[in-house]
């Protein structure tokens, strides 16, 4: 075992999931060791907590987690909060009007649970390029008759803005252009067409040290995993960043060390190289 790992960190879909969304034995058993030798093991999804899977957050190993790209990270063993960075609600709306002006399909979340205006969830055939997306937005956004007008009428903060472009090569184009648009905010992906926008400080590296420092870890102690462009932050924070094989071409160039697909059981290989 490398004694110097004390946390890990990994996204889920593409890294610790397979394609099948499968959480397997091999990689329960190597983080179940792992967690036995004293390392911290940490979901960190782009999802809210209330839809990640149960199978997953129902371990008796996973004591903390990142959600909603570190727009809130949660010690769930004491319940509450680590941190809370949200958008507030006027800049969420300027955001919204301005995707409306877009040839594009979007989703805000709040108060941890995702929603969609009735009008794109109905259309979401046009914007789903896999089976994956299609059943996660239909079992998991809740439609809403006017998404801006539910955020007025919740008047808080927002957690996450998400939207899809049906073409992923203009994917890169928007991405500059809110960026160009909302300095103040993080513009990030994690699959093949969308683009999820959070509060500047809700960044899984910003996550991931700020988690480090409640737990009294040096994040050079720290390994983390991932295959999406919202991954890159905390390859960077980490100690050691893994970039599954099957990653996005950009976070290759973030990551220390790349380890076989998700569907080789990559995450359970390199814990198993490295911390048992």
């Known amino acids: 075992?490398?004694?110097?790992?004390?946390?890990?960190?990994?996204?889920?879909?593409?890294?610790?999931?397979?394609?099948?969304?499968?959480?397997?034995?091999?990689?329960?058993?190597?983080?179940?060791?792992?967690?036995?030798?004293g390392v911290?093991?940490?979901?960190?999804?782009?999802?809210?907590?209330?839809?990640?899977?149960?199978?997953?957050?129902?371990?008796d190993f996973v004591r903390h987690i990142i959600t909603l790209n570190g727009a809130r990270s949660i010690d769930l063993e004491k319940g509450r909060d680590i941190a809370v960075n949200e958008i507030d609600p006027q800049t969420a709306l300027a955001v919204m009007e301005t995707l409306d002006g877009?040839?594009?399909?979007?989703?805000?979340?709040?108060?941890?649970?995702?929603?969609?205006?009735?009008?794109?969830?109905?259309?979401?055939?046009?914007?789903?390029?896999?089976?994956?997306?299609?059943?996660?937005?239909?079992?998991?956004r809740e439609p809403v008759p006017d998404l801006k007008q539910a955020v007025k009428n919740y008047g808080g903060s927002v957690?996450?803005?998400?939207?899809?472009?049906?073409?992923?090569?203009?994917?890169?184009?928007?991405?500059?252009r809110m960026r160009a648009l909302f300095p103040g905010l993080s513009v990030a992906s994690?699959?093949?067409?969308?683009?999820?926008?959070?509060?500047?400080?809700?960044?899984?590296?910003d996550a991931v040290l700020l988690l480090c420092s409640y737990l009294g870890i040096d994040p050079?102690?720290?390994?983390?995993?991932?295959?999406?462009?919202?991954d890159i932050p905390?390859?960077?924070?980490?100690?050691i960043g893994v970039a599954m094989a099957n990653a996005e071409p950009d976070v290759f160039a973030a990551a220390d060390r790349v380890a076989p697909s998700c569907d080789e059981e990559g995450v359970a290989r390199v814990i198993e190289a490295l911390c048992l």
């Open 220 to 230: 050079a102690q720290a390994m983390t995993f991932g295959d999406g462009l919202n």
């Open 159 to 176: 957690q996450k803005i998400q939207f899809y472009v049906t073409d992923p090569a203009e994917k890169p184009r928007y991405m500059a």
């Open 190 to 205: 994690s699959t093949i067409n969308n683009i999820e926008i959070t509060h500047k400080k809700a960044n899984k590296g």
């Open 102 to 140: 877009l040839p594009v399909y979007y989703e805000c979340c709040f108060a941890n649970k995702n929603r969609m205006g009735a009008a794109h969830h109905a259309r979401v055939t046009e914007f789903a390029l896999d089976e994956d997306t299609l059943t996660m937005v239909r079992r998991e």
């Open 40 to 59: 911290v093991f940490v979901p960190a999804t782009g999802r809210a907590v209330s839809v990640v899977p149960d199978y997953i957050k129902g371990h």
């Open 234 to 239: 905390m390859l960077r924070a980490a100690g």
């Open 1 to 37: 075992m490398d004694r110097n790992i004390r946390l890990i960190a990994t996204d889920l879909d593409g890294t610790l999931l397979n394609t099948r969304k499968e959480f397997t034995q091999r990689t329960i058993d190597a983080i179940r060791r792992a967690v036995a030798n």
